[in-house]
């Protein structure tokens, strides 16, 4: 059977302010197309479908869309990111099923809709949405026990939880994990939130032997993890941020069939603006205007900061969103220099509780992961 495999729409992701809304509808129109030309059996999305929990009806109406126009090729198996609202996604799930997605928000037990049989093309699938820490490390021990400690019991949790979803495949199906998570040793993109990428992560030898294929979501970078079968990030379709710019965006096409191993192709789309990064003098970035036409740019000047800087460069490039000094960026890189303003809050937070002489990493974590819960 031949599976598309993609994750992290993030629709709704504005960059610098600037809506993205065509880009995603003109991206997901693509996927559509690759998943038509060839003709696919089963498509995967592999959370963070939303950039935020509470979307806008534009990016709703926008994912509804694209995920209806993929179930018109083949079934389509969706699980919640950390970036969804997990109880919209179960909300919305019975619409859905009635034109063959099956969407998944909340992590369930197999027989109670965590594990998928579709008989008819002789595949299993097992859905595991983002697991929050929060739902496995509890505030007293986040307070009372060492960091290390969190993290193996966040491991052993997840570890339960797979084993659980695929013990009853068989070697006489297709046998599917779909997971939103982090696995050790994966580079991310860039454009991920810290606070649920670090620290909280699993082996990829926590995914069992006999599946065909790991469809994993999360990180923003096209990759295959180590494992003897074949364990990939999908990546997002989209440059999302400009720690990605050198990021190649696209889907996979998996070729699978009972008990063999899996291959996956990757497939590059086209659709969306880049993302560049110029750095030098006014007359240099300026010299570069004709080649960044169709790009959003982020241009860091080698100047002496003077007014009206920002706009001469912006009335010269209309995609430049990001107009910055390089002693300003050099800072913004993490030097003692750093302003809090340019920090993210949970370092800035950090930075606070050392200047007073009360630094507990505890605090900070349970800091960042209160932040996160609230942005989610």
Known sequence: MRILHTSDWHVGKRIRGRDRSDEHRAVLAEIVTVAEENSVDLVIVAGDLFDTGSPTAVAEEIVWRALLDLSRVAPVMVV??????????????????????????????PGAGG??????????????PFVSQRGIV???????????????????????????????????????????????GASHGGGEREAHIFGYA???????????????????????????????YSGSPLQLDFGEVEDRKGVLLVEAEPGKPSRATEVTLMA???????????????????????????????????????????????????????????????TEADHAENLAPHEAFRRYLEERGALDEPVVSLFAELLAEVEA
């Open 115 to 128: 594990a998928v049989h579709l008989e008819d093309l002789g595949v299993r699938v097992g859905l595991l």
């Open 202 to 232: 699993i082996p990829a030898s926590a995914f069992p032997g006999h599946l065909s294929y790991v469809a994993l979501g999360h990180l923003h970078r096209q990759q295959r993890m180590p494992h003897p079968g074949a364990v990939w």
């Open 80 to 109: 919640a990111g950390n970036h969804d609202n997990a109880a919209r996604i179960d909300a919305v799930a019975p619409l859905l099923e009635m034109s063959r997605v099956t969407a998944l928000g909340l992590p369930r037990p």
């Open 272 to 334: 969306g603006r880049r993302l560049v990064t110029v750095r030098g003098s006014l007359d240099e970035v300026l010299s570069r205007r004709d080649e960044l036409e169709d790009a959003y740019v982020k241009v860091i000047l080698t100047e002496t900061a003077r007014v009206g800087l920002a706009d001469e460069v912006r009335e010269a490039i209309p995609g430049a969103v990001d107009v910055v000094l390089a002693a300003r960026e050099t800072k913004r890189a993490g």
């Open 138 to 184: 509890k505030v007293e021990q986040i307070m009372g026990n060492d960091p290390g400690e969190h993290a193996a019991a966040y491991e052993d949790r997840l570890r339960r939880i797979i084993e659980s979803l695929t013990a009853d495949m068989g070697d006489d199906t297709v046998n599917v994990l779909v997971g939103h998570l982090t696995v050790f």
